[in-house]
T-cell receptor
Framework: EPEVTQTPSHQVTQMGQEVILRCVPI?????FYWYRQILGQKVEFLVS????????KSEIFDDQFSVERPDGSNFTLKIRSTKLEDSAMYFC????????????FGEGSRLTVL | KNEVEQSPQNLTAQEGEFITINCSYS?????LHWLQQHPGGGIVSLFM???GKKKHGRLIATINIQEKHSSLHITASHPRDSAVYIC????????????FGKGTLLTVNP
């Protein structure tokens, strides 16, 4: 079965450092998403990406965050200067056709900011 | 802003029991999703509903658009069903900008 893969599974970083979380969506998918879940809280939408540009973003997704699809397979989330409150599980997801397709999630990348 | 309320927050059942998890929301939606979050954290999409009822194996999901309410049922529950079940809403738009509920922690004992 096709799957979304995320790396790293866990990253520990110091406050103020840059972090890049990587995702390999399912190969024929066209829509890509990042969500996050702070420990013990709800999952939250961060950003959606289609046709090489952001299609929608939440108020959480401020100037410290950026997304990129640098090649035909990877989809990355960069946090420029991490804060303690960025500690969370970050989930990548993809679908082939917007709301017409099933949403597939990766296993998540746990980010711990010290 | 669409508020999502799930009940119960925690549910413990014996193997074989029929399980119901409820989700209510406050504003009209274009679709409602039921998701399963494994103990390790990974998320799997179970159903996407905009009306009526869907069934997959032992799982059944229903939605009542007028009452702004959805239920997820598990028949003949099994310990491997133990997980967090999350209701998530799409209130419009062309993509998965979802609003998530807090989840229901289900534990099925053998």
């Amino acid at each position: 079965e096709p799957e979304v893969t995320q790396t790293p599974s866990h990253q520990v970083t110091q406050m103020g450092q840059e972090v890049i979380l990587r995702c390999v969506p399912i190969s024929n998918h066209l829509y890509f998403y990042w969500y996050r879940q702070i420990l013990g809280q709800k999952v939250e939408f961060l950003v959606s990406f289609y046709n090489n540009e952001i299609s929608e973003k939440s108020e959480i997704f401020d100037d410290q965050f950026s997304v990129e699809r640098p090649d035909g397979s990877n989809f990355t989330l960069k946090i420029r200067s991490t804060k303690l409150e960025d500690s969370a599980m970050y989930f990548c997801a993809s679908t082939w056709g917007g709301l017409a397709g099933e949403l597939f999630f990766g296993e998540g990348s746990r980010l711990t900011v010290l | 802003k669409n508020e999502v309320e799930q009940s119960p927050q925690n549910l413990t059942a014996q193997e074989g029991e029929f399980i119901t998890i409820n989700c209510s929301y406050s504003v009209g939606i274009s679709a409602l999703h039921w998701l399963q979050q494994h103990p390790g954290g990974g998320i799997v999409s179970l159903f996407m509903l905009s009306s009526g009822k869907k069934k997959h194996g032992r799982l059944i999901a229903t939605i009542n658009i007028q009452e702004k309410h959805s239920s997820l049922h598990i028949t003949a529950s099994h310990p491997r069903d133990s997980a967090v079940y999350i209701c998530a809403l799409n209130s419009g738009g062309s993509n998965y900008k979802l609003t998530f509920g807090k989840g229901t922690l289900l534990t099925v004992n053998p």
